[in-house]
């Protein structure tokens, strides 16, 4: 039973070393989680409301009681609908400018933005009025209407108007959503088509007969600027140079924790070194990496067929974003250092932190709108990864993505002061 004294003795070896038994237990766990909160709890594969905007300018039609906002009751209708049986809601309407509307389409805070026109209402009811008048000529003749029967012919409208519907064409999501709204508003025009006919023929026998009036409301969808000739590919190079840059955690924890392990950072402790010498100067040399990596990255989207928005100016700006996002980086990797036992034991801590972060930052997963996009949002790398989307992709200004690099500036910052705090203390203290 020799066997049985080697597999234990390999089992209890395999305990005792935590560098293999964290990545080989922990490193997947993170992954299955990640997975999981991106195809199961976030709604990827289960009826859920998507979040659009409902922008109304239809001023309404007719006068006193004959006035009426047919805007305001497709809207309602839109709100109110639901999936095939079920009581779930296709989707959740939020209120903003167009402007704002914009905004959220870039973020992906929102799938699409229906803007219904102001002479929305005057088109239906041209629509209304020509369809029935069509549809009583069409049985009794345009002559022929006894006057008895007191059926007086609308008059033929005119007014026209165009529903918009604006979103990311590279989003996946908004292709279902898209022929989601499509299918409400046309079912809405064909039901109040049929039912003004219906009541306009209540009194003539036979069936109604089926209209073919001229298409007063038309639907048009427009992608947001900088997408109309984007693939998805347009999308995921931003995400990945963040996911370069990510890699550089691996390599910052693993270079210090290497100086420590070789008592580098002893000898330098007997010198004039201070803490500030070695970390700034660390610092300079990681941030100008970054930034080279992130010329490197682009070039290499670039020979691949990437759509770049913007001209030398958002180089410039994606370049300092690389650089904000490389300092966070390094960040990263002294706070892992500061507390790893060891060299290896660093190096798997940052892929065990650095990778499966690429994920939940969305480099790779698009998740959908929700609490879980609001909780990452106190990332940096998720910060730098909208900034580089809005300047590259979609060819943002900087007065645009200030939000978003403000946000990047100052939880940069935090980390940094972490960082820096946490390595100094454990690991550049005098002995």
């Given at each position: 039973m020799r066997f049985v004294?080697?597999?234990?003795?390999?089992?209890?070896?395999?305990?005792?070393?935590?560098?293999?038994?964290?990545?080989?237990?922990?490193?997947?766990?993170?992954?299955?989680?990640?997975?999981?909160?991106?195809?199961?709890?976030?709604?990827?594969?289960?009826?859920?409301?998507?979040?659009?905007?409902?922008?109304?300018?239809?001023?309404?039609?007719?006068?006193?009681?004959?006035?009426?906002?047919?805007g305001q009751e497709l809207e309602t209708i839109m709100e109110d609908a639901t999936y095939e049986n079920s009581s779930i809601n296709l989707f959740a309407i939020k209120n903003a400018t167009a402007d704002e509307a914009l905004t959220l389409l870039k973020d992906r805070e929102v799938v699409c933005v229906v803007t219904i026109p102001e002479d929305f209402s005057r088109a239906v009811r041209s629509l209304i009025n020509t369809s029935t008048r069509i549809a009583l000529t069409s049985a009794i003749g345009e002559g022929l209407i006894p006057p008895e029967m007191g059926i007086q012919l609308p008059q033929e409208g005119e007014t026209t108007a165009q529903v918009?519907?604006?979103?990311?064409?590279?989003?996946?999501?908004?292709?279902?959503v898209q022929s989601m709204v499509v299918g409400i508003i046309n079912s809405y025009l064909e039901n109040v088509e049929s039912a003004a006919i219906e009541q306009a023929m209540s009194g003539i026998p036979g069936t109604p007969p089926v209209s073919e009036a001229p298409e007063f409301v038309t639907l048009y969808t427009q992608s947001i600027a900088g997408t109309e000739e984007s693939s998805n590919f347009d999308y995921f190079a931003p995400g990945i140079i963040v996911f370069g840059l990510l890699l550089g955690v691996i390599a910052v924890a693993e270079s210090l924790a290497r100086e420590v392990e070789d008592r580098t950072l002893s000898r330098l402790k007997i010198s004039l070194m201070s803490s500030f010498d070695l970390l700034f100067g660390s610092l300079i040399s990681w941030t100008l990496f970054a930034g080279?990596?992130?010329?490197?990255?682009f070039g290499i989207a670039l020979a691949l067929g990437y759509n770049w928005v913007g001209g030398t100016t958002s180089l410039a700006l994606?370049?300092?974003?690389?650089?904000?996002?490389?300092?966070?980086?390094?960040?990263?990797?002294?706070?892992?250092?500061?507390?790893?036992?060891?060299?290896?034991?660093?190096?798997?801590?940052?892929?065990?932190?650095?990778?499966?972060?690429?994920?939940?930052?969305?480099?790779?997963?698009?998740?959908?709108?929700?609490?879980?996009?609001?909780?990452?949002?106190?990332?940096?790398?998720?910060?730098?990864?909208?900034?580089?989307?809005?300047?590259?992709?979609?060819?943002?200004?900087?007065?645009?993505?200030?939000?978003?690099?403000?946000?990047?500036?100052?939880?940069?910052?935090?980390?940094?002061?972490a960082g820096v705090l946490a390595f100094s203390r454990l690991r550049l203290k005098a002995e």
């Open positions: 004294t080697i597999a234990a003795k390999a089992f209890k070896e395999r305990i005792r070393n935590r560098n293999v038994l964290g990545m080989q237990l922990l490193f997947p766990a993170v992954f299955m989680l990640v997975f999981g909160i991106a195809f199961t709890g976030a709604g990827f594969d289960r009826n859920r409301p998507y979040d659009i905007i409902v922008i109304n300018d239809d001023l309404g039609a007719g006068t006193g009681g004959d006035y009426s906002n047919l918009l519907i604006q979103g990311d064409s590279s989003y996946q999501a908004f292709g279902a080279i990596q992130v010329l490197i990255l994606a370049i300092g974003i690389g650089c904000i996002v490389g300092v966070a980086c390094i960040s990263l990797g002294m706070l892992i250092a500061a507390f790893a036992k060891s060299t290896e034991q660093a190096s798997s801590l940052g892929t065990l932190i650095a990778v499966p972060m690429s994920f939940v930052i969305g480099v790779f997963i698009g998740f959908p709108p929700g609490l879980f996009t609001r909780i990452i949002a106190v990332l940096p790398w998720r910060q730098g990864l909208l900034s580089l989307l809005e300047v590259l992709t979609y060819g943002s200004t900087l007065e645009e993505v200030t939000p978003n690099l403000t946000a990047l500036v100052i939880e940069t910052v935090v980390l940094f002061v």
